[in-house]
Nanobody, 124 residues
């Protein structure tokens, strides 16, 4: 079992930046992956960025070049730096994790553990 605690988010104007953090409780596993998903009302939860057990990052086409993942393994914390934010980036952002090699952005059910969610609002 892993407990995920998110922080960050908020409101910003278009072109601005925000950083999200996701701290995972201690775990022992040979494979562990993490990801960020976002959801807006009436839409499916979509993958934004993921990092696999080898710390290789993956990004949705819509955020490539603007969002960057980083990970502090000593703190078990994943960060999502979001630059040049657009109104369409608005949504509830969720951190996800799983004991697997991971990297999936298309399948939310590949992740067993979820954070509490944090709102990101980008105004034009």
């Amino acid at each position: 079992q892993v407990h995920l605690v998110q922080s960050g988010g908020g409101s910003v104007q278009a072109g601005g930046s925000l950083r999200l953090s996701c701290a995972a409780s201690e775990y022992t596993a040979s494979s562990f992956c993490m990801a960020w998903f976002r959801q807006t009302p009436g839409k499916e939860r979509e993958g934004v960025a993921a990092i696999d057990s080898d710390d290789s990052p993956y990004y949705a086409d819509s955020v490539k070049g603007r969002f960057t993942l980083s990970k502090d393994n000593a703190k078990n914390t994943l960060y999502l730096q979001m630059n040049n934010l657009k109104p369409e980036d608005t949504g509830m952002y969720y951190c996800a994790a799983d004991f697997s090699d991971g990297g999936s952005l298309s399948n939310r059910y590949a992740y067993a553990f979820w954070g509490q969610g944090t709102q990101v609002t980008v105004s034009s």
